[in-house]
C-alpha cells in the first residue's frame, strides 16, 4: 500500500493550508488514519489521528486550530490546517494502518508558515 500526500506549501503566519493524502489499495482494510510531522532537529509527532469510525483525536498544540476528516470509501484523508503559526512549519507525513496487512506512510509534504 502507498500513500501519496499532497497540499503543501509555503504560507504566511495566519492562513491555511489543506493537506490530502490517498491510499493507492486494500482501501477497504484501512483502520486509523492520522498525519504526523516533523520539524527540522526534532522528532516527528502526531497532529491528528482519525479512526474509521470518525473518531478523532489532536495534539494540544492544533487544537481548535486543524481539522482532520476522511473519506473511507475512497481511502482518503485530509488535514484542513487554519491559523497557522511558524512553529507549524515541518514536513507533514500521513499514515495508514491496514488491517491484515500493517502500517504504512505518505513521503512527506513540507509546509512552511513564515512572513
Known amino acids: 500500500v502507498q500513500l501519496q500526500a499532497s497540499g503543501g506549501g509555503s504560507v504566511q503566519p495566519g492562513g491555511s493550508l489543506r493537506l490530502s493524502c490517498a491510499a493507492s489499495e486494500n482501501i477497504i482494510n484501512i483502520d486509523d488514519m492520522a498525519w504526523h510531522r516533523q520539524a527540522p532537529g526534532k522528532r516527528r509527532e502526531l497532529v491528528a489521528l482519525?479512526?474509521?469510525?470518525?473518531?478523532?483525536n489532536y495534539a494540544d498544540f492544533v487544537k481548535g486550530r486543524f481539522t482532520i476528516s476522511r473519506d473511507t470509501a475512497k481511502g482518503t484523508v485530509y488535514l484542513q490546517m487554519s491559523s497557522l503559526e511558524p512553529e507549524d512549519t515541518a514536513v507533514y507525513y500521513c499514515f495508514a494502518r491496514i488491517r491484515y496487512w500493517g502500517e504504512a506512510w505518505g513521503q512527506g509534504t513540507q509546509v512552511t508558515v513564515s512572513s
Open positions: 482519525i479512526t474509521r469510525r470518525d473518531r478523532t
